[in-house]
């Protein structure tokens, strides 16, 4: 459940962020001023399209930071370089299937990082979501 006073505080960090008023904040997640307002004065819990809305705005925001202050905001650096690797990597796969798939490119790090969840987008929008079964 959704701690009305902690999201707000984590809205109010996001708009400060980016610079942003309460008023061009609304405008460019597309929601009306007045919900915004009510979410950071803790009248209203945000919906998910709420949440979703902010998300697909400001790609800085993680979903679990946003919605239960785990994580980090604003995003780092590195997690959007290795994004615009797989990017470039997905944009490397052939589209015909009798071609070779190249390697995606890596990034080498020293410390092991396991990996949690894996989203997959489909031209449709439609998408297939896989957690780390435990």
Not at 50 to 79: A, C, H, I, R, T
């Amino acid at each position: 459940m959704i701690n009305n006073q902690e999201f707000s505080k984590r809205l109010q960090k996001v708009i400060e962020y980016y610079g942003e008023s309460a008023s061009s904040f609304s405008e460019k997640i597309g929601v009306q001023r007045s919900s915004i307002s009510h979410i950071l004065s803790g009248r209203n819990k945000p919906s998910l399209d709420f949440v979703l809305k902010v998300l697909s705005s400001f790609p800085d925001v993680e979903l679990y930071w946003l919605l239960n202050g785990k994580g980090q905001f604003p995003n780092q650096q590195e997690n959007r370089i290795e994004e615009k690797q797989t990017k470039i990597a997905i944009d490397n796969i052939p589209s015909q299937p009798e071609q070779k798939i190249q390697k995606p490119i890596s990034k080498t790090s020293s410390n092991k990082k396991e990996i949690d969840r894996i989203i997959i987008f489909y031209s449709d929008g439609t998408f297939e979501n896989f957690n780390k079964s435990e």
